[in-house]
T-cell receptor, first 113, second 112 residues
Framework: SAVISQKPSRDICQRGTSLTIQCQVD?????MFWYRQQPGQSLTLIAT?????????ESGFVIDKFPISRPNLTFSTLTVSNMSPEDSSIYLC??????????FGPGTRLLVL | KQEVTQIPAALSVPEGENLVLNCSFT??????LQWFRQDPGKGLTSLLL?????REQTSGRLNASLDKSSGRSTLYIAASQPGDSATYLC???????????FGKGTRLSVIA
């Protein structure tokens, strides 16, 4: 299994500011994923974070709004830029391991005022 | 495009009841199916993983079945407890190393 931590666990931010969320895994993994869960909705994949290359974004998500870093095989960051109240969500980091089981971090609960 | 549907959206049962949560998916070409639990405001915990070649998996009071040809899975919870109250999410892995596709979840409340 994998143990994943995220920082911060929650934050309240002002409109127009940016927040960087960190994801740390206790083992080296090739693929890390960033998801968003808006209130009352299921998870939506934002992007796949590949070490040593640009992240791959899903339709509706762009790098300028959600820049991602993946400096090594155990760490990634997601930045939510120029935030608006619509960005209020839980942001989750996950990794894919053996037999493609996915493990999820505890999430970052973001409220934008 | 793969779509995952979970029924019911919410369920409330008295403690001790056995219950079934349903999940259906539109494309039977899946690598595996997972059931997750999510407590309010928290991340996901993987409960059971069923490979496409398997019919069911069991863990304690939980039993998940998979009928790939009909695009259905069920999560059976025996002797429900108040601690089982959470949202249960079903997700399928499409072929290839691609991310999961999630249902919207079933919000379960077990009343003491």
């Amino acid at each position: 299994s994998a143990v994943i931590s995220q920082k911060p666990s929650r934050d309240i931010c002002q409109r127009g500011t940016s927040l960087t969320i960190q994801c740390q895994v206790d083992s080296q993994v090739t693929m890390m994923f960033w998801y968003r869960q808006q209130p009352g909705q299921s998870l939506t994949l934002i992007a796949t974070a590949n070490q040593g290359s640009e992240a791959t974004y899903e339709s509706g998500f762009v790098i300028d709004k959600f820049p991602i870093s993946r400096p090594n095989l155990t760490f990634s960051t997601l930045t939510v830029s120029n935030m608006s109240p619509e960005d209020s969500s839980i942001y989750l980091c996950s990794v894919s391991l053996y037999q493609e089981t996915q493990y999820f971090g505890p999430g970052t609960r973001l409220l934008v005022l | 495009k793969q779509e995952v549907t979970q029924i019911p959206a919410a369920l409330s049962v008295p403690e001790g009841e056995n219950l079934v949560l349903n999940c259906s998916f539109t494309d039977s070409a899946i690598y595996n199916l997972q059931w997750f639990r999510q407590d309010p405001g928290k991340g996901l915990t993987s409960l059971l993983l069923i490979q496409s070649s398997q019919r069911e998996q069991t863990s304690g009071r939980l039993n998940a079945s998979l009928d790939k040809s009909s695009g259905r899975s069920t999560l059976y919870i025996a002797a429900s407890q108040p601690g089982d109250s959470a949202t249960y999410l079903c997700a399928v892995t499409p072929p290839g190393n691609t991310p999961l596709v999630f249902g919207k979840g079933t919000r379960l409340s077990v009343i003491a």
